[in-house]
């Protein structure tokens, strides 16, 4: 099924109903340009910034923590269960592996991957799955799958993508949604019963702004976030609808906050 995008129609969420989380300006160590977020563990809000540091932020809002630094930029993060925390990193092209228990970070992948966008545990077949942007002015393959236990992996999903960027495994854990940029849509692949990457097709179109990350609710609603338009969208199983107005113009300009849209 193929979900479109009209933005004559009803919002799902007004702005009256956004807040921000934590702001981060002028706070130590300060909140910038935090490309993903994950909710840790522990209940704290997990984030990396453009200076290569993983911070996390109390569940309250109250205070902020650096957990460890890599020279570079922090962008998607995931989480291996209470285990390790897997973060991409861009100037090194590789994904990174934080050691929950011991707090060890070391480099869990080997070159291959060109921009490792965001990460995506999939516990049940142990491996991580990786969207790779690979360039920004020509599409290219793909999603890469690395075992969890030692980082070997490769390309498992090598047809060309238009920016890969935020992914996310359906309620059924049967395929993988992955944004694809800048060609305004998100692509359904779904996964075959050996694991392998199946026929992929057009699962929302023309999207408005740039999506950039994608996440189910409960309800089996997916969410994604626009860059170009500071906006989220909401799709559901049969009913896609735009929540908007979002963030104002100077979100986009100082130091990103972290902004709560109450559901």
């Not at 563990?41 to 997990?46: F, L």
């Not at 453009?50 to 996390?56: A, K, S, V, Y």
């Amino acid at each position: 099924m193929e979900h479109r995008f009209s933005t004559g129609g009803p919002t799902v969420l007004s702005r009256s109903r956004a807040s921000v989380f934590f702001e981060g300006i002028f706070t130590t160590p300060r909140l910038q340009h935090p490309e993903g977020i994950a909710v840790g563990p522990d209940g704290w809000i997990w984030t990396g910034s453009e200076n290569g540091q993983i911070l996390r932020i109390a569940p309250d809002g109250s205070r902020i923590e650096e957990v460890a630094k890599i020279d570079g930029f922090v962008l998607g993060l995931a989480f291996d269960g209470d285990r390790a925390l897997f973060a991409c990193e861009l100037r090194s092209a590789a994904i990174f592996r934080l050691d929950l228990g011991s707090g060890a970070l070391s480099r869990f992948t080997r070159p291959g991957v060109k921009i490792p966008n965001y990460p995506l545990v999939d516990r049940k077949r142990n491996r991580l799955l990786v969207s790779d942007s690979h360039d920004f002015a020509e599409p290219g393959p793909g999603i890469w799958a690395y075992d969890l236990g030692s980082g070997e992996g490769g390309l498992w999903f090598e047809r060309p993508l238009v920016f890969a960027n935020g992914i996310a495994l359906s309620c059924e854990g049967d395929a993988v949604l992955v944004c694809e940029t800048f060609a305004r849509r998100i692509t359904r692949i779904p996964i075959r019963d050996d694991g392998s990457a199946g026929a992929p097709s057009v699962y929302a179109a023309d999207l408005p702004g740039l999506p950039d990350g994608i996440a189910f609710d409960d309800g089996g609603a997916s969410r994604r976030a626009a860059a170009q338009r500071r906006s989220i969208s909401r799709i559901r199983p049969r009913i896609s609808s735009l929540i908007q107005p979002t963030l104002p113009s100077w979100a986009a300009i100082f130091t990103p906050p972290i902004w709560d849209a109450g559901m």
